[in-house]
């Protein structure tokens, strides 16, 4: 059964530095872009950012412009999602997607796959 699998979560303080890795296990995937969603206590899934096949197109939601990059390593073997200057309100579980045909890409609901997630936790 295929699986997303997150890594690199953990405790960072408020400025610092996080490289969340997705994976992909258990067959093949060829989606049509894979990403990251975020998703706080009490909240709704947060678009966070989207990288297309061919890795040469990059989609992301306000809260991650600019601080925030999403790469490819082989994909979609491997998804990265850098994280600079990282405060409190980044604190959530953010887990990777991959799709086909999104009609909305800032809708969770919209990614086929979708994986468990891994928490980050920002201390200020």
């Known amino acids: 059964q295929v699986q997303l699998v997150e890594s690199g979560g953990g405790l960072v303080q408020a400025g610092g530095s996080l490289r969340l890795s997705c994976a992909v296990s258990g067959g093949n995937l060829n989606p049509l872009a894979m990403g990251w969603f975020r998703q706080a206590p009490g909240k709704e899934p947060e678009f966070v950012g989207l990288l297309n096949r061919k890795g040469d197109k990059t989609n992301y939601g306000d809260s991650a412009e600019g601080r925030f990059t999403i790469s490819g390593d082989g994909f979609p073997n491997t998804v990265y999602l850098q994280m600079d200057n990282l405060k409190s309100e980044d604190t959530a579980v953010y887990h990777c997607?991959?799709?086909?045909?999104?009609?909305?890409?800032?809708?969770?609901?919209?990614?086929?796959?979708r994986g468990q997630g891994t928490q980050v936790t920002v201390s200020s």
């Open positions: 997607v991959a799709g086909w045909a999104m009609s909305d890409i800032s809708k969770y609901d919209q990614y086929f796959y």
